[in-house]
Structures are given as structure tokens and as C-alpha cells.
């Protein structure tokens, strides 16, 4: 871990502490800076965030409750997702998904529509520039911007859950030729039917695109190159 890979130590200096040594290293997490596997030594965080070991060790135990990090021996590591873990997640993140859909359908307006629009040319710019980072905001984004067209605040606060989560798996998908690109693909078809208003295709289609990171994630695909 070098000087680079973190926050100065101004990160840190308002507020309680171990709230902002929490927020940085989640956001550190969220934002594919820390990938899964990733030490995180209390020793070391708290040379780097010029605070005592106390607060690092607080964080590290609420990031272990939320299941962004768990315990690898006597140290702390970013949480990898088991198999079950993901089959799980995704369950849950695909029934949550498509009633955004089937809701969105029913009450999006056109503010909504073009802010799913603006997600995807972000997404094509992040494309085209390698920009990893950018290319995971924007696709969590897209599925929080829908979420919020379905004009439900629980489905919003469980959706963004998931999402936090979902940000562990998403190594994987990068490694795989032309990942990206089918799914800049798929969330156009999804707007494509919120356009036509038209809820059976779009809940379909986002079932496909939830489903094929499934198959990824347990070797199977169900995307073609």
C-alpha cells in the first residue's frame, strides 16, 4: 500500500473519526480503488489516516457488520464474494430490479428518461477512455436513477444496498472481452421498452442483463461475443 493509494491525512480531520475513516475506506471500496482481497492492516490505515489505532479498528468492525471486509487470520481483507454469496445477492438485487422496471413503466417522466440516456453516454465515454471507475458510477447510476422513477423510497434505499454491494463483484466482469460493451447494450434496451412503455419487455430484458452476471460469475454465458 503506498502514500498514493489513500486519502491525506486532511481526509480525516473533521468529525468523528471513526465515522471518516469508515467513509473513506467504504468509499474506497465503492469506487474499485481497493478490489477484493485488498489488506487492510489497522497498523498501517492508521500511520496512513494519522490517527490512533482505535478508530481504524471501529471501522473495520462496521465495514465486517455490512460485509464489505472480512477476517483473513489476525488482519482484515476486502470482503470476496463466495458463490453463494453472489447467487444471493443477485436473487435479491433481480426481483428488486425488475418491479424498478415494472414500476418505472407506470410513473417514470421524461426527466427520468433522459437521465438513464445521460447515464449511457457516460458509460460509452468511459468506454472509450478505459475508465473503469467511471464506467461503474455511471452503471450504478442507471440502476438508481430507475429505482428512482419507480417513485418507491424503500425500493430506492434496498436498491442502493445492493448496488454498494454489488461494486465486490465487479472485477470479474472486467476481465471478460467485451463485457462492457454488452452492457451498455442491454441498458438501452431497457429504456428502449420504458420508452414505449411497455413493462413485459422491459422487466424481461433487465432479467436477461441481471442473469448473464450470473452466468459469469458461475462459468457459464449467456452472452455471445
Given at each position: 500500500m503506498s502514500e498514493d493509494d489513500w486519502p491525506p491525512q486532511s481526509a480525516v480531520a473533521n468529525g468523528p473519526l471513526r465515522g471518516s475513516v469508515y467513509g473513506s475506506i467504504k468509499a474506497e471500496i465503492l469506487e474499485l480503488r481497493l478490489l477484493a482481497g485488498a489488506p487492510l492492516q489497522e497498523e498501517e490505515l492508521a500511520s496512513h489516516y494519522g490517527v490512533s489505532r482505535t478508530p481504524v479498528r471501529e471501522a473495520l468492525r462496521q465495514l465486517l457488520d455490512e460485509g464489505f471486509v472480512e477476517r483473513k487470520g489476525r488482519f482484515y481483507q476486502v470482503k470476496h464474494l463466495t458463490p453463494r454469496d453472489i447467487r444471493e445477492l443477485y436473487e435479491v438485487r433481480e426481483s428488486l430490479e425488475t418491479t424498478a422496471v415494472r414500476l418505472c413503466v407506470e410513473?417514470?417522466?421524461?426527466?427520468?428518461?433522459?437521465?438513464?440516456?445521460?447515464?449511457?453516454?457516460?458509460?460509452?465515454?468511459?468506454?472509450?477512455?478505459?475508465d473503469?471507475?467511471?464506467?461503474?458510477?455511471?452503471?450504478?447510476?442507471?440502476?438508481l436513477t430507475l429505482a428512482e422513477g419507480a417513485s418507491n423510497g424503500l425500493l430506492l434505499q434496498q436498491l442502493t444496498a445492493i448496488h454498494e454491494k454489488i461494486r465486490l463483484t465487479r472485477g470479474r466482469e472486467y476481465e471478460v472481452r467485451n463485457w462492457l460493451r454488452h452492457s451498455i447494450d442491454e441498458h438501452s434496451r431497457v429504456v428502449s421498452a420504458l420508452e414505449r412503455r411497455d413493462a413485459t419487455i422491459g422487466v424481461a430484458e433487465m432479467t436477461y442483463h441481471i442473469r448473464s452476471v450470473v452466468d459469469l460469475h458461475f462459468g457459464t454465458r449467456r452472452?455471445?461475443?
Amino acid at each position: 500500500m503506498s502514500e498514493d493509494d489513500w486519502p491525506p491525512q486532511s481526509a480525516v480531520a473533521n468529525g468523528p473519526l471513526r465515522g471518516s475513516v469508515y467513509g473513506s475506506i467504504k468509499a474506497e471500496i465503492l469506487e474499485l480503488r481497493l478490489l477484493a482481497g485488498a489488506p487492510l492492516q489497522e497498523e498501517e490505515l492508521a500511520s496512513h489516516y494519522g490517527v490512533s489505532r482505535t478508530p481504524v479498528r471501529e471501522a473495520l468492525r462496521q465495514l465486517l457488520d455490512e460485509g464489505f471486509v472480512e477476517r483473513k487470520g489476525r488482519f482484515y481483507q476486502v470482503k470476496h464474494l463466495t458463490p453463494r454469496d453472489i447467487r444471493e445477492l443477485y436473487e435479491v438485487r433481480e426481483s428488486l430490479e425488475t418491479t424498478a422496471v415494472r414500476l418505472c413503466v407506470e410513473r417514470a417522466d421524461d426527466v427520468i428518461v433522459a437521465r438513464l440516456h445521460e447515464t449511457i453516454a457516460g458509460q460509452v465515454e468511459a468506454l472509450a477512455a478505459n475508465d473503469r471507475q467511471r464506467f461503474s458510477a455511471c452503471d450504478t447510476a442507471f440502476h438508481l436513477t430507475l429505482a428512482e422513477g419507480a417513485s418507491n423510497g424503500l425500493l430506492l434505499q434496498q436498491l442502493t444496498a445492493i448496488h454498494e454491494k454489488i461494486r465486490l463483484t465487479r472485477g470479474r466482469e472486467y476481465e471478460v472481452r467485451n463485457w462492457l460493451r454488452h452492457s451498455i447494450d442491454e441498458h438501452s434496451r431497457v429504456v428502449s421498452a420504458l420508452e414505449r412503455r411497455d413493462a413485459t419487455i422491459g422487466v424481461a430484458e433487465m432479467t436477461y442483463h441481471i442473469r448473464s452476471v450470473v452466468d459469469l460469475h458461475f462459468g457459464t454465458r449467456r452472452r455471445k461475443d
